[in-house]
């Protein structure tokens, strides 16, 4: 099933304006343009809601990311 931006940004617990920004940033889940409208498949949503699953406060990925942008 698809589902337009603001239904996803619900599904996932986000607002739009941060859906939208990873979307802009290349961070969020998959998606697609049909024409002008973003749709997302509810599976892609799933599989990035597990892929962004942390166990704890910092991961090693998240201390890598920080890293970069105090070098900036």
Known sequence: MNIRVRAAAEYVGLSKSTLDKHRHYGTGPRYYKLGRSVV???SD???WLVE???TGTWSAND????ASQVAA
């Open 63 to 66: 201390n890598r990311a920080n």
């Open 45 to 47: 949503l799933d599989a």
């Open 52 to 54: 962004n699953t942390r």
């Open 40 to 42: 997302y498949a509810v």
